[in-house]
């Protein structure tokens, strides 16, 4: 799909590797609509945004909120008419021992990183068929392809699993599925981490180019490729590597 032109919707947009692809699809001449629970920030992204010349808009929402959904696809939908790229994007980790996080920080984790995604695509992804045009971009991670944090990677192989069947359902439908898979990025979900990582811009420039030329997955950065393909090959190599 023509990035210039088209609208997108990219969820937690706020901050991290949202915020850079919000900004990434702007400058390719998108209109982006930027949705978060921070108001405060994404008006800052908005006014990066328009002060380097491209259209945004803001809308605060919390994709937990499983009923707001609704209303915040039909808020997008008014902003620039319709909605051609979908970033499924929005997520958290709540970090804690197994059998030690509280049942409310799982229901938030669960539906912030899978079942909102969901809704939010089943809810935009009819006038996209209708109109034979549309891509959704789904952000999962490394850990949706190696199992090592069993509520995260739960979310994460569930997005997976998700985008990746649709892609084959919506086949010839004009409507692209793709998955990003980010390793370790610098944004603030990884600010409990030492020692370098790459930037948000590695992944915004990746979900850009899913956009324009749809893959079944994307991998970033390129190196995790081989963990994963050990993963899938020798898991219990895996397992030795990741005994604590
Ligand atoms: N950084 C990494 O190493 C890494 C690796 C693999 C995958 N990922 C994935 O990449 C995505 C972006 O993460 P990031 O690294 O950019 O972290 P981040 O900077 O913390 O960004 C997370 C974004 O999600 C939004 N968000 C969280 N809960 C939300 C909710 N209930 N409703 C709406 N928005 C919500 C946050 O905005 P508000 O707080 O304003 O709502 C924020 O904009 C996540 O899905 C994450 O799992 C990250």
Known sequence: MKIAGAV??????????????????????ARVILAARRADLLSEQVAAITAAGGQAS???????????????????????????????????????KPGQIAPTDIARMVNTNLTGAILLTRL???????????AIICVASVAGNIANDSLY???????????LALRRQ???????????????????????????????????NAIAGLVERPRREVVA??????????????????????RR
């Open 8 to 29: 997108a919707l990219v969820t937690g947009a706020s901050s991290g590797i949202g915020a850079a692809t919000a900004r990434e699809l702007a400058r390719r001449g």
């Open 58 to 96: 803001a809308i605060e929402a919390d994709i937990s909120d499983l009923e707001s959904l609704p209303r915040l696809a039909s808020q997008a939908e008014a902003v620039y008419g319709q909605v051609d790229i979908l970033i499924n994007n929005a997520g958290i980790h709540v970090r804690g």
């Open 124 to 134: 935009l992804l009819p006038p996209m068929l209708q109109r034979r045009r549309g």
């Open 153 to 163: 990677s739960g979310t994460k192989f569930g997005l997976r699993g998700y985008a």
């Open 170 to 204: 919506l086949h010839s439908s004009g409507v692209s599925v793709s998955v990003v898979s980010p390793g370790y990025i610098d944004t603030p979900l990884t600010s409990y981490r030492r020692g370098r990582m790459p930037g948000p811009q590695l992944i915004a």
């Open 221 to 242: 950065p390129w190196w995790y490729r081989f963990p994963i393909a050990l993963e899938r090959a020798a898991p219990w190599l895996v397992d030795f590597g990741l």
